[in-house]
C-alpha cells in the first residue's frame, strides 16, 4: 500500500530531496550541571539513525531540542536550509500518554495533526482509513485515549505522528508497551515507509537487536555530560527480515555496539 | 472626611474608675445629623454623670437597628432611628418600641430636614417640572413611597410620567452633578453639601414637610418595651439625658457643630454649612409632633405599605410610663 | 429561642414564598434579577475566556497586568460604583455593567490561571505538529482549561447574581429580588425577606446546576 | 472633559492618598480593616481546606449538600446579615464572622472541586501502599489539590477583603476603609474616595503578592 | 546483601509462608462488553508468574482487580485467608509516570511507604542506602521526578515498590524504559530477591524471553473476552543467567509460548 494515497493539500509534501539535521554546538545545562556541552551532530538525510545509550544520557532531550521544545542554552540546529517550522515532524512521545487529547476520540486524536494541515474532511477520512488498513489495527478508535490500554495509546500515537506524512519522524521508544505480535508488525510497516519516502527518522530504542534491525546509522551515547561515543553503519538492504536476525554482520555490529555501550556505561 | 481621632469613641467608654458600679446600656444609632443629641450627650460625659455606661455600635442601615432592637441585641436607638421603618416593625411586632423623641425639618420653625436637589442653572423649580425626567430618591419602601406620594400630589403619575431612580445616599450629590439624573429627594446633609461644592443647589427646601405634614419628622428616638420594663429606672435615666442633651444642642447648636465631624461623614471645613435639624425631645413632644408623626403613618397607610391604621400616640412613650 | 420575628419558621417562609409566587408579582422581580445577572454573566464569559487564555499563555503580560487584576479583584464592584455612573449613567446597565466587571475578573483569573497551571505535554505536543498559537489556544489549551474555566464560570455566576442583588439593594433600583429584600427589610416583614432570599438561593442553585450538567456531559476527562 | 469633580485627575488622589498617609487616620483605619480581612480570612482557611478535602473526596456527600453550598454562595452574605446580627451580636465579630464565611463557601468550593477533579492515580497508588484514607487525604489529596487551593485561596482573601469593605459601608461600622469610602461618598469627596479605594486595592494586591510568593516557592511541580 | 537487613517494626514481614491469590469468577465489563466473564485464576504462592497477552486484553486490569484498584462487576478475590489491607502490596504501574509524587523529592517517594508503615526516620534512611546499594544507582535522589528521565522515574517507581519488602509483588511492564544494562541487572536483583524471600510475584512483560526468564510460571492470555489460553511451568533453579538464553529447555519453552500467543492472537 502507497503511503502517499492521499494527495497532499498544501503541497508541503515530504520533500523529495529529504531533511538533513545539523546539531552545532549545542550546550544545555540543568541543574548548574552540563548535559550536553558543544555537542556536534550530523544526522543523514533520508535515512534512519537510532540512538542507544544509558537512561538520562539525554536522549529525549536531544530530540525535543531538535524539535524546539525545550529551550537550549546555545548552539544551532539546521533544518537543510529550511526552518523548524517549515519542516514537517511527526513525533512519537516518550510519554505517549500524555500527548494524547483526552477530550477527542482516538481518531480525532489521529486526524488532529491532518486539521491542522488543512486536510478537507473527506481527505481526513481517507488517510485515517489508510493508516487503519496499514496498521491492520483492531483497537475502537471511537474510544477516548484513557479508555485505552497502555499499548493501544500508543499505536495511536504512532498512527498519529504518520498522519501527515512527516519528513522528519522522531520515535522515543515508540514500541515500549506494545505487544510481542504489534511490535514485529510496526517494525515492518515502519520499514515499507522508510523505503517509499525520503523520511529521515530518528528513533530512541533501548533494545538493541531492534535499534540495529531497524538502523541506517545507530548512534551510541556516553553518559552525561553527552557525547557521541560512537556512529555504527549498518547498511544492510530493506525490507529486512527476522532472519536478518541470525546475519553474521548484524550480530557482529551488534555485539559491537553493546561493546561500546558498555565501555560507555561502566566508565 | 474627618473620623473621630480621639480616644473616647463612639464604641465605648470605660474610662470611668467606677465601672463596676454603672449599668451598661447598648446603643445602636446612624451616623447622621438628626443624632447629634446623642453626640453631644457622649462628648459632654452626661452618661456617666448619670451612672451608665454606653456601649454602641454604629450602623450605615436603619434596617439594622431595628433588628438590632427586636433582637434584644441593643437596649435603645437614639435620637435619629428612622421614624418610618420604627412605624413598621412596631405593626409587625406590636408592643416592642417606644418612641421617646422625633427630628426632622419644618418650614415654620425653619429648619431644614430636605430637599429637592438640582443643579445650579437648572429650570427645575418643583415637582411640576419633573414631567419626562428622572428623579433619584433613598433607596428602599420607605422613601419611595413618600417620593410617590409627593409626586401624585404634583400631578404625576410616577410611574409613566417620569422615572424614579432609587440611589444610595452616596450617590445622590453624583448622580445630579453628572447629570445622570435631573433632581434628587435627598435628606440632610446632601443638600448642604452640595451647596457647598457649588454644583448644586436646593429647588425646593423641605418639599415633605411640604406636601405631608409641616413639621416632619424622618427621625426617633426609640427605646425597646423589654429595656423600658427590665430596666424602667436606667431607661428614664437615659431619656433624661437625652433630653438634657438634645436642649443643649437646640440651645447652643453652633458650639457643637465641630463634633459632628467625629462622629458622621461631615468634614471638619463643611461642618459650618450644614442646617441644623429640628429636635425634639422627650419633654418638648406636643401634639402637633404626634399629627406629624401621624401624618406619616397615614401616608405608609394610604400607599399600601403598611396594612392596618396605626395610632401615633400609642408609639410615644407615656409619661406616666416612667414613674 | 430566637424571636420569631427575626427568624421567621420554614414553613411561615415557604408559605410565604409560595403565596408570593402565586401572587405573581415574586415572578417579575424574579425575572428582572435573573435577566440581569444573566446578561452580566454573559458579558463577562464572552470577554472573561478568551482574554484569561491570552493572558495565561503570555506569563509575561499577565504579570505585568497582575497589579490591575488583583487591586480590581480586592475592590468592592459596589465602591467603585460612582464611576460607572459617570461613565454607563444612572439605568440598568450600570449596575449590569458592575455584576459583568465583577464576573470578568473572577472568570478571566481562574481560566488565567488554569492555563498557567495546564500541562505542558499536549501543547507541545500541538506545536509539534505546527498548530498556530491560535489553534493551539482553540484547539489544547481551551480544553486543557475547561475543567478551571467551569469553576471559574461556577463562581462567576454566583457572584455576579450577588453583585446584581447588592446593587439592587444599596445603589437602588425599580424591582429586582435585591429590591424585594431591602424592602421586605424596611417594611419589617422578615418572612418575605428571608422567601425573597430563598427564591435568590434558588436561583443561584439552579444557575450553577445548568452549568454542572454541561460540564458533566462535556468534561468526561477530568481526573484523566 | 469630564467634570475634575466626579472623576478626579491621579495627581489629585495620589496627593490625597500621601497627605492622609502622613496626616495618620489612614492607617488606623487601613490597619482595622486589614485586622478584620485577615481575621474573616483565617477563619474561612482553617475550616474551608479541611472540608473541601473530605467532601470532594466523598462525592457523594457532597452532591448531598451541594444545594446548600450553591444556595449561599449565590446569596449576598450583607442580605444575610441580620442572621449574623442575631447569632454573633452587634459587635464587630458579626461582620468578620460574615466575610468569614463567604470566604469560606470560596476555599471550600475550590479546594472541593480540586479534588474532585484530581488525577486518581497518584491516589491509587497511595492506596496500594496500605495508606489510610486519612493518610491520603493529607499527603496526596492535599498536595494534588494545592494548586487548585491556591486559586480558591487568592479568590477568597480578596472577597473576604470586599466583603469586609461592603459591610463597612452598608452595614457600618466605627472606622475602617469602608466606613472611609462611604463617608467620602456621602460628603462628594470624590478625591478622598478613590485615594480610599486605592489603598484598599493595594492592601488587596499585596495579600495576593504573599500568596504568589509562597504558591512559587512551594508549588514546584505545577503543570508537570 | 539481604533483602531484610532492616527489622519490620510492625512485625508484618512478608509472611513467611507466602501469599497464594485466588481469583473467582471475575466478571468486568467495560463499555457493554465484557473484558472479564467468570474469569479464574491461581497465582502460586512465592512464585514469580509472568503474564503474556496481547495489547488490551486486560492485564493491567486484571492487577488493578487484584489490587483492589478498579471496581469489579462480579467474583472474588482472595488472599489465602487474610485480606487485601492485610496485605503488603509493592506495585509498579504501568503509568510509572503518574504515580510518583512530584511534592516530593525521589528519596522522600521511594521513603513514602515506608512512612506509611511507620518505620522510624532512621529504619527510613537505612533502608533507602539498602536499596540504593542494591540497585547501584547513580540517579540524584534528590531531584524531584519530573526533573528526572523516563527510565530513571521507572526505577525510582521499583524501588519505592521493593522499598516496604512486599509479600506480593505487582510489575506492570516495570523495565520498559530501562536501558539495556540496567534491565539486565535490576532483572537479576529481583531473582536476588525471589530467591531469599516468599514474595509472590506477578509481572507483565510483553518480551517473551524476559518474561520466560523471569517466570517460575507463564500466564498466556487470550484476547478479549480474556481468558487463561495456557499456563506454562518453567521451574529451572535460580539463579538463572544468561547462558540459560541458550538452554534447550528455555528455547523450547520459549517457542511453544510463542505458537500458543500467536495462535490466540491471530484466532
Ligand atoms: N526539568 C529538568 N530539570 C532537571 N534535570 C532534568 C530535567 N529534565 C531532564 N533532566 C535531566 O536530564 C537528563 C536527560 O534526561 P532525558 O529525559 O533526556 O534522558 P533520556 O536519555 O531520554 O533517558 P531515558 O532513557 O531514561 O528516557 C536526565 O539526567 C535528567 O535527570
Ligand atoms: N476506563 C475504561 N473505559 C473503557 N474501556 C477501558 C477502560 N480502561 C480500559 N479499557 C479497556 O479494557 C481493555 C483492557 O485494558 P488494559 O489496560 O487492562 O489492557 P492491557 O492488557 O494492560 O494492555 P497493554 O498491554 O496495552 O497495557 C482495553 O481494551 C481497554 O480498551
Ligand atoms: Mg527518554
Ligand atoms: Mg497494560
Known amino acids: 500500500m502507497s503511503f502517499r494515497a492521499v494527495s497532499d493539500p498544501q503541497n508541503l509534501v515530504n520533500s523529495d530531496s529529504g531533511v538533513r539535521i545539523t546539531v552545532r554546538k549545542l550546550t544545555k545545562w540543568f541543574n548548574r550541571e552540563p548535559l550536553y556541552q558543544d555537542f556536534n551532530l550530523e544526522i543523514e538525510k533520508s535515512k534512519v539513525s537510532c540512538i542507544f545509550g544509558p537512561n538520562g544520557c539525554g536522549k529525549s532531550t536531544l530530540l525535543n531540542a531538535i524539535a524546539g521544545l525545550v529551550p537550549i542554552d546555545s548552539g544551532q540546529i539546521l533544518f537543510d536550509g529550511k526552518t523548524l517550522h517549515e519542516t514537517r515532524i511527526g513525533y512519537v512521545f516518550q510519554n505517549y500518554r500524555d500527548a494524547l487529547y483526552p477530550w477527542l476520540k482516538a481518531i480525532d486524536n489521529i486526524k488532529y495533526p491532518l486539521k491542522v494541515a488543512r486536510y478537507s474532511r473527506i481527505q481526513q477520512r481517507l488517510r485515517v482509513e489508510e493508516l487503519v488498513g496499514l496498521f491492520d489495527t483492531k483497537i475502537d478508535l471511537n474510544r477516548y485515549p484513557y479508555e485505552l490500554s497502555g499499548g493501544q495509546q500508543q499505536l495511536v500515537s504512532i498512527m498519529r505522528a504518520l498522519a501527515i506524512q512527516p519528513a522528519v519522524l522522531f520515535l522515543d521508544e515508540p514500541f515500549s508497551a506494545l505487544d510481542y505480535e504489534a511490535t514485529l508488525s510496526i517494525r515492518d510497516k515502519l520499514q515499507d515507509v522508510f523505503q517509499t519516502s525520503n523520511l529521515t527518522t530518528v528513533m530512541i530504542s533501548h533494545d538493541l537487536e531492534e535499534a540495529v534491525y531497524m538502523a541506517d546509522n545507530i548512534l551510541l551515547m556516553t553518559k552525561r555530560p553527552t557525547q557521541i561515543a560512537e556512529i555504527v553503519k549498518f547498511n544492510s538492504t530493506r525490507p529486512r527480515k527476522a532472519t536478518i536476525f541470525a546475519d553474521p554482520k548484524f550480530i557482529q555490529i551488534k555485539s559491537h555496539c553493546l561493546e561500546v555501550f558498555q565501555k560507555e556505561v561502566r566508565r | ?323 | 429561642m430566637v424571636n420569631p420575628l427575626l427568624l421567621p419558621t420554614p414553613q411561615a417562609t415557604l408559605t410565604t414564598l409560595l403565596n408570593s409566587l402565586f401572587s405573581g408579582d415574586l415572578w417579575r422581580d424574579f425575572s428582572l434579577t435573573l435577566y440581569r445577572s444573566l446578561y452580566a454573566f454573559g458579558i463577562a464569559t464572552v470577554l472573561g475566556i478568551p482574554i484569561g487564555i491570552v493572558l495565561g499563555a503570555n506569563e509575561h503580560l499577565y504579570r505585568s497586568c497582575e497589579f490591575l487584576i488583583d487591586f480590581f479583584r480586592s475592590t468592592p464592584a459596589t465602591a467603585v460604583f460612582p464611576l460607572f455612573l459617570v461613565i454607563f449613567g444612572i439605568g440598568d446597565f450600570s449596575k449590569i455593567a458592575v455584576a459583568a466587571f465583577a464576573g470578568w475578573l473572577i472568570i478571566f483569573f481562574n481560566v488565567a490561571y488554569g492555563v498557567m497551571n495546564a500541562r505542558k505535554t499536549r501543547i507541545v505536543a500541538a506545536k509539534v505538529m505546527g498548530a498556530s498559537s491560535w489553534r493551539i489556544f482553540l484547539d489544547v489549551i481551551f480544553f486543557e482549561t475547561l475543567p478551571q474555566t467551569f469553576i471559574g464560570l461556577r463562581t462567576a455566576v454566583s457572584l455576579t447574581l450577588v453583585v446584581i442583588i447588592v446593587a439592587e439593594m444599596f445603589i437602588g433600583s425599580t424591582h429586582g429580588m435585591g429590591q424585594r429584600i431591602i424592602d421586605a427589610q424596611q417594611t419589617f416583614d422578615l418572612t418575605q425577606m428571608y422567601a425573597s432570599i430563598i427564591a435568590t438561593g434558588v436561583m443561584g442553585y439552579a444557575l450553577n446546576q445548568m452549568f454542572l450538567l454541561i460540564e458533566n456531559k462535556f468534561i468526561h476527562w477530568k481526573g484523566k
Open chain 2, 1 to 323: 472626611t474627618n473620623q473621630s481621632t480621639s480616644t473616647t469613641s463612639s464604641s465605648t467608654s470605660t474610662s470611668s474608675p467606677s465601672a463596676s458600679k454603672k449599668e451598661k446600656v447598648i446603643a445602636s444609632w446612624l451616623p447622621i445629623m438628626q443624632t447629634t443629641a446623642y453626640y453631644v450627650a457622649l462628648e459632654e460625659g452626661l452618661f456617666e454623670k448619670a451612672g451608665i455606661e454606653i456601649e454602641s455600635a454604629k450602623f450605615e442601615n436603619p434596617n439594622q437597628i431595628i433588628d438590632s432592637l427586636v433582637s434584644g441585641r441593643a437596649d435603645f436607638g437614639p435620637p435619629g432611628a428612622a421614624a418610618g421603618i420604627t412605624v413598621l416593625a412596631e405593626a409587625k411586632a406590636p408592643g416592642t418600641f417606644k418612641v421617646f423623641g422625633l427630628q426632622g425639618g419644618g418650614i415654620k420653625s425653619n429648619f431644614i430636614n430636605d430637599g429637592l436637589i438640582v443643579k445650579p442653572d437648572s429650570p427645575i423649580q418643583s415637582f411640576k417640572d419633573l414631567k419626562g425626567k428622572k428623579i433619584g430618591t433613598l433607596p428602599g419602601i420607605q422613601w419611595r413611597t413618600i417620593t410617590q406620594y409627593i409626586l401624585r400630589r404634583n400631578g404625576l403619575d410616577p410611574d409613566r410620567d417620569l422615572t424614579v431612580e432609587q440611589m444610595a445616599v452616596g450617590l445622590h450629590v453624583t448622580s445630579v452633578v453628572s447629570g445622570a439624573v435631573d433632581a434628587t429627594l435627598s435628606l440632610e446633609p446632601v443638600g448642604s453639601i452640595a451647596l457647598s461644592t457649588g454644583q448644586a443647589k436646593r429647588a425646593m427646601t423641605n418639599p415633605v414637610a411640604m406636601f405631608i405634614s409641616d413639621p416632619f419628622y424622618s427621625g426617633a428616638a426609640v427605646l425597646t418595651a423589654k429595656f423600658l420594663k427590665e430596666r424602667p429606672a436606667v431607661a428614664k435615666k437615659v431619656i433624661q439625658v437625652i433630653d438634657e442633651a438634645t436642649k443643649m444642642a437646640n440651645q447652643n447648636f453652633d458650639k457643637y457643630r465641630p463634633i459632628l465631624a467625629k462622629y458622621t461623614a461631615i468634614k471638619p471645613d463643611q461642618v459650618n454649612y450644614v442646617t441644623q435639624p429640628r429636635l425634639r425631645s422627650f419633654s418638648d413632644l406636643d401634639r402637633a409632633d404626634i399629627n406629624s408623626y401621624q401624618a406619616l403613618i397615614d401616608v405608609f397607610q394610604k400607599e399600601g405599605i403598611l396594612g392596618r391604621s396605626m395610632k401615633a400616640q400609642n408609639l410615644i412613650l407615656e409619661k406616666a410610663q416612667l414613674a
